[in-house]
């Protein structure tokens, strides 16, 4: 059979299918010269079992009842395509923070063949296609790729706040962080002017 037909009887995308075929978890396949693939299905055995995680994320704790529904929405999607959801992983943190223990978790275990995220986001800031190709070998559904503008502010704050502690010391670096938020709401044209000044 072709490998389009093997994706269709096992259930998956034809990405995900020539992806196992790479990596050759894909018994008995082999490539033609004219560049098609082949499955011998006389001796066919199983797919690999399909293990889906769905992740949530939030900046803060203060949005818990959003990582929640998030939770929810993505389970909904899963189970309207009829996958089956062995973990639903939901952390509070920050996009821009690259030390997540439950992500790291998952991208380490490397168990996932498809994980499930509802935008681009939510998985991270910044880097979406370093992780995806490093993590090949699982299939990363994005359900909405509209960006999601929710705590795109915390995720400032957190940045400012980073970049405050460099330059101000870690002591003072929250209060600093609320000053020059506060210009920057008031349109004050100064901040740059000051953060340059003390780099």
């Given at each position: 059979?072709?490998?389009?037909?093997?994706?269709?009887?096992?259930?998956?995308?034809?990405?995900?299918?020539?992806?196992?075929?790479?990596?050759?978890?894909?018994?008995?396949?082999?490539?033609?010269?004219?560049?098609?693939?082949?499955?011998?299905?006389?001796?066919?055995?199983?797919?690999?079992?399909?293990?889906?995680?769905?992740?949530?994320?939030?900046?803060?704790?203060?949005?818990?009842?959003?990582?929640?529904?998030?939770?929810?929405?993505?389970?909904?999607?899963?189970?309207?395509?009829?996958?089956?959801?062995?973990?639903?992983?939901?952390e509070c943190a920050s996009g821009l923070n690259d030390n997540r223990p439950k992500l790291m978790k998952i991208l380490a275990e490397r168990k996932?063949?498809?994980?499930?995220?509802?935008?681009?986001?939510?998985l991270t800031r910044f880097g979406f296609n370093y992780i995806k190709t490093l993590f090949s070998e699982c299939e990363i559904v994005v359900v909405n790729e509209v960006e999601s503008k929710e705590d795109l502010f915390e995720d400032f704050v957190s940045l400012v706040t980073s970049f405050c502690a460099r330059i101000y010391g870690r002591r003072r670096s929250r209060r600093k962080t609320e000053e020059l938020i506060k210009k920057l709401g008031e349109g004050d044209n100064d901040v740059d002017n000051e953060i340059s000044g003390k780099a």
């Open positions: 059979m072709k490998l389009s037909e093997y994706a269709k009887k096992n259930s998956i995308s034809y990405r995900t299918a020539w992806r196992h075929f790479q990596l050759g978890i894909i018994p008995n396949a082999r490539q033609l010269p004219s560049g098609s693939i082949i499955i011998d299905d006389s001796s066919l055995q199983e797919l690999i079992e399909e293990y889906t995680v769905i992740y949530a994320r939030v900046s803060s704790s203060e949005n818990k009842s959003n990582l929640e529904s998030q939770a929810e929405r993505l389970k909904h999607f899963c189970t309207v395509k009829g996958w089956k959801i062995n973990e639903v992983v939901k996932a063949t498809r994980l499930v995220v509802e935008h681009k986001d939510r």
